[in-house]
C-alpha cells in the first residue's frame, strides 16, 4: 500500500505523536507499559533486539527504543568509505521527528488514535499477528528460507512495504525463527497496542539513591584544575561502565555523562563521538543518569561505587604531591593519545585505576562498541590468559619520564578520525618496532643493574584482588572475560603493562567508532595485532633464552608476514635471562603451573567446572567433559548453556561449554579456516553463565551425565552431534524453549543479580 492510501485511510503520519505526554489508558481492561507490556519485551524481543546489532536497529529496551522505530540502514557496515552518521538512541536525537530525519520509521502507529489504526499502521502489531497466522513449522530445522549469518541478510520492511513482506516471507514474523509468545501475552500485546501504546521510561531513583548521586557528582565536579583533569581521566575510562552504589538483590545502573549543566539542575547530555572529542562548552560537568535500557549481558558491565571506592580514589590522584599546569588539549591528535592528554597525572596512579578493576578494564574492549566484534576480535586467541606486570615493576621500567620521552611512537589509528584511509602496515609496524626498541632497551639498562626477569614482577593482587588474573575466550565475533585461570592450558599468555593497557582502552573502547569506516576498521585491527604480540613477548620473556623462539614459532605457525618478523627481530638485542627455576623439559607447561601457584590466594574460582551443587558421578561427569579436546570438541559450536537437571527435586545447575578453536596463527585477517586445527581444539567447562552470545541449549537429566559426557567424547561426525542434539538439544523451535529461556534467566539473576542481564539470541544455530 503507498503512503497516499494510508494517509486517506487514517491520515498523515505525525511523527510527535509519541513525544507527546501520554496519559496511560484506563479502564477494567487496560494494559500499563511497565507493568503488563514491558515484562513481555524483555522476555521475548529484547533478547534479539539490543545493542548495535540488533536487527533493523530497533531496540525493544526502551519506550524510547519502541517509539523511535526501525531502520534498514545498519550500523556495522564493513565497507562503508565514509563515517556513518551516529544514531545512538537517547544521544543522537531528541525527538522521533529528528530520528525520521536519519531515516528511522515508525513501528507504532503514528496516525489517528483508533483501535483499528493502532493495529492496522503499526508494522509491531503485523509482526506479531503474522507469527501466530503462520507459527514455525512442526520440525527440529527451520527451513533455508530462513536467513542467520549475516546482518546483510536482514529484512527491514517500512509500513508501505509490509503486504509485500508478508506475502514473501510468510513465516517470518516476530520473534523471528523462534517459537511464537503465549496468547496470554499475545493479548496483551495486542490490546495494549490497540488502546495506543502508551508508555512511559521507568525510572527508580529512590531519594536515598539520589543522595549517593549527589555526593558522587560532587566528587566528580570539584572545580580544582588537578580535579578537572582527574575527572576527565575517570569519565574517559568508565563512561561505558554500569555504576550502582548497592551490592543488593536488584541494584539500580547509572552511567557517567558529560553534560552542560552543574549538579542540581536537569542534565543537558554533551553528546560526541568520542568521549575524549571535544565538548564545545567552557566546562564539562560529569554526571550519573539513571540507565533508561533493559541490561543486556553484551554490553553490562557493573562498577560498584562505594565509600572505600572514594577513599581509595582519593589515595590514588591527590595525596601525591605533583602539579597539573594546564588543561589538556581537545584536539584529536593529542586526546586521542592518553600519555599526551594526561601526562602530568603520574602513570602509577593511572596504572593502578585501571589496574585494580582489570576485569572491567579489559572487558570494555569485550562489551564495549565493538558488541558484534570480528573485526577486533579475530586478532586473539580463542583462550588466552592474561596477568599483569606489578606496579613496582611498571614504575621501574615505564617511567613517566620514559613515556614522555616516547610518546610519539604510542599515537592510536583514532587520531586519524573515523572516516580515515587504509595506511600502510609498514607505518604501524615503524612506530611499534621504535617503542619496542625504546622498551627493551630499557629493560637491558635495568638487567645491568641487577633488575630480575621472574615471577615477582608480576601483580600479584596485592594479596587479595582478584584482577590479577584473567581469562579471556574469544567466541567468533564475541568474547568473554572472566577472573581466574581457567581452562587446562591456554592457546597463549600475555603479561600486560601499563602503556599496553592504555592503549588497548584507546584503541578499542575510547577511541573505536563503530560508525566509523573501513579504513579505520582495517587500522584498528593491524594495531590490535602489535599490541597482542607486545603482551606475548612479555609473557615469553619469563622463559629460558633457549625456548622462547620454540613458543614463538607454534603460536605463529605459518606465518610469513616479514614486518612482524622484524618486530620479533627487535627481541634478538634483549639481554634478560629468566630467573625463574624450571625443573623440567617442559618449561611452558611449568610456567602455566607456576602462575597458578603464584596468583593461588587471588585466583578466582567463581566458574570452575566443579563449582555448584553436583554430587558423585554427576560431578565427576561435567569433570571430565572439561577435559574434552580435539575432534569432539571441534564438533560442539562456540557457546553451550547446559542445564543438568536433577528431576527429583526440581533443582537445576547451569554452565558454560566454550569450543575453543585452535589455529595455526591468528595473524591475518582473512580465510581463518584455512589456518584451523580442530584436533587441537579444546572444550571448557565454566559454572554458569558466562557468555552473552548462546548458539546452543541443552538439557540433561541429572543421572544421565555420565551417559551424555561419553556421547560428547565420542563426537566424530556431524551425524553424531545431530543425534546428540536430537536427544538432548532445546532447539530454537523447540515448544519449551520459552519455557527454558525463563528458567534460565531467573535462575541466573537469582544467583548473580549484580552481572545480572538479558542473553542475546541472534546466534543460535539453526541444527
Known amino acids: 500500500m503507498l503512503a497516499s492510501q494510508w494517509d486517506r485511510l487514517y491520515g498523515k503520519s505525525d511523527p510527535a505523536h509519541f513525544d507527546k505526554a501520554t496519559t496511560q489508558t484506563t479502564g477494567s481492561n487496560a494494559v500499563n507499559y511497565l507493568k503488563d507490556v514491558k515484562p513481555i519485551l524483555d522476555q521475548r524481543c529484547v533478547v534479539c533486539h539490543s545493542c548495535y546489532d540488533s536487527p533493523c536497529q530497533l531496540k525493544l529496551g526502551s519506550y524510547a527504543g519502541i517509539t523511535r522505530g526501525a531502520t534498514k540502514a545498519p550500523v556495522y557496515d564493513g565497507e562503508r568509505l565514509l563515517a556513518a552518521d551516529l544514531t545512538r538512541l537517547f544521544q543522537d536525537a531528541s525527538s522521533n521527528q529528528e530520528w525520521r530525519e536519519k531515516d528511522f520509521f515508525p513501528v507504532l502507529n503514528e496516525r489517528v488514535n483508533t483501535p483499528e489504526a493502532n493495529i492496522n499502521a503499526s508494522i509491531l502489531a503485523h509482526m506479531l499477528l503474522l507469527k ?36 514473501s516471507n510468510p513465516l517470518w514474523g516476530m520473534p523471528y525463527a523462534l517459537p511464537a509468545i503465549s496468547p496470554d501475552q499475545h493479548k496483551t500485546l495486542m490490546l495494549w497496542l490497540s488502546q495506543g501504546a502508551t508508555g512511559e521510561e521507568s525510572g527508580r531513583t529512590s531519594p536515598e539513591l539520589q543522595t549517593h548521586i549527589d555526593k558522587w557528582e560532587a566528587f566528580f565536579n570539584r572545580s580544582s584544575l588537578k580535579s ?35 549538579p542540581g539542575q536537569p542534565i543537558k547530555r554533551i553528546n560526541t563521538r568520542r568521549p575524549y572529542d571535544d565538548p564545545g562548552v567552557e566546562h564539562v560537568y560529569y554526571r550519573l543518569q539513571e540507565q533508561r535500557e533493559t541490561p543486556a549481558l553484551k554490553t553490562h558491565m557493573p562498577y560498584l561505587l562505594d565509600d572505600s571506592r572514594m577513599a581509595r580514589w582519593h589515595t590514588l590522584f591527590y595525596t601525591e604531591d605533583y602539579t597539573i599546569t594546564e588543561k589538556p588539549s581537545y584536539d584529536i591528535g593529542k586526546a586521542s593519545n592518553p600519555f599526551i592528554t594526561f601526562k602530568e597525572i603520574p602513570s602509577s596512579a593511572r596504572y593502578r585505576f585501571m589496574l585494580e578493576e582489570a576485569q572491567f578494564t579489559i572487558m570494555g574492549f569485550i562489551k564495549g562498541p565493538v558488541c558484534r566484534g570480528n573485526l577486533a576480535l579475530n586478532v586473539i586467541n580463542d583462550h588466552f590468559w592474561v596477568t599483569f606486570l606489578s606496579p613496582a615493576a611498571e614504575s621501574a621500567i615505564f617511567s613517566d619520564q620514559f ?76 568474547a568473554t572475560v572472566i577472573k581466574g585461570l581457567h581452562g587446562d592450558k591456554p592457546q597463549s599468555a600475555w603479561v600486560i603493562s601499563y602503556p599496553l593497557l592504555e592503549r588497548i582502552h584507546y584503541l578499542l573502547v575510547a577511541g573505536f567508532d563503530v560508525y566509523g569506516n573501513v579504513g579505520h576498521n582495517l587500522n584498528t585491527r593491524i594495531y590490535m595485532d602489535f599490541l597482542r604480540m607486545e603482551g606475548e613477548f612479555n609473557f615469553i620473556t619469563l622463559l629460558p633464552v633457549g ?18 618478523e622484524k618486530i620479533f627481530d627487535a627481541a634478538k638485542v634483549y639481554k634478560g635471562k629468566s630467573s625463574v627455576n624450571y625443573q623440567t623439559q617442559q618449561p611452558l607447561d611449568e610456567l ?19 563449582q555448584g551443587q553436583l554430587t558423585g558421578e554427576a560431578r565427576e561427569a561435567i569433570l571430565d567433559l572439561d577435559q574434552v579436546a580435539g575432534i569432539a570438541a571441534s564438533l560442539m559450536p562456540q557457546v553451550t548453556i547446559l542445564e543438568v537437571a536433577d528431576e527429583k527435586n526440581g533443582a537445576s545447575n547451569y554452565y558454560t561449554l566454550l569450543s575453543d578453536s585452535a589455529f595455526t596463527n591468528i595473524s591475518y585477517l582473512f580465510d581463518e579456516e584455512d ?24 538439557r540433561v537429566p541429572q543421572a544421565q551425565m555420565r551417559n551424555f559426557v561419553d556421547r560428547v567424547n565420542s563426537l566424530r561426525s556431524a551425524k553424531d552431534y545431530t543425534a546428540l542434539l536430537d536427544e538432548f538439544a532445546i532447539r530454537r523451535t523447540s515448544e519449551q524453549f520459552w519455557e527454558f529461556s525463563d528458567r534460565l534467566h531467573k535462575h541466573n539473576f537469582l544467583e548473580w543479580p549484580v552481572e545480572f542481564a538479558l542473553m542475546d539470541y541472534n546466534r543460535l544455530d539453526n541444527k
Open 547 to 564: 625456548y622462547r623462539t620454540e613458543v614463538r614459532n607454534h603460536w605463529y605457525r605459518g606465518s610469513v608476514n616479514t614486518v612482524k
Open 675 to 698: 589456518r584451523r586445527l580442530p584436533q587441537e581444539d579444546t572444550l571448557t567447562v565454566g559454572y554458569g553463565i558466562i557468555a552473552a552470545y548462546p548458539n546452543l541449549f541443552l
Open 592 to 610: 602455566y603451573l607456576k602462575l597458578r601457584d603464584k596468583l593461588a590466594p587471588v585466583l578466582n574460582r567463581t566458574h570452575d567446572a566443579g
Open 132 to 167: 501466530q497466522q503462520h507459527p514455525l513449522p512442526q520440525q527440529n530445522l527451520l527451513p533455508d528460507s530462513f536467513k542467520f549469518t549475516s546482518l546483510d541478510d536482514q529484512q527491514c520492511p517500512d509500513l508501505n512495504e509490509l503486504a509485500a513482506y508478508e506475502k
Open 403 to 478: 613515556l614522555l620521552d616516547n610518546v610519539n611512537q604510542l599515537e592510536l589509528p583514532a587520531e586519524a578520525s573515523s572516516s580515515s584511509g587504509i595506511l600502510n602496515l609498514i607505518s604501524y609496524a615503524a612506530d611499534e618496532r621504535k617503542f619496542f626498541d625504546a622498551m627493551v632497551e630499557q629493560i637491558n639498562q635495568k638487567l645491568d643493574g641487577g633488575f630480575k626477569i621472574d615471577l615477582d614482577l608480576l601483580w600479584d593482587g596485592d594479596g587479595s584482588n582478584d584482577n590479577a588474573a584473567l581469562t579471556i575466550y574469544r567466541h567468533s565475533d564475541s
Open 228 to 262: 578537572q583533569v582527574v575527572n576527565r581521566y575517570m569519565y574517559e575510562h568508565l563512561f561505558l561502565a554500569s555504576l550502582y552504589f548497592n551490592e543488593n538483590s536488584n541494584p539500580v545502573y547509572y552511567e557517567l555523562v558529560r553534560s552542560s549543566t552543574p
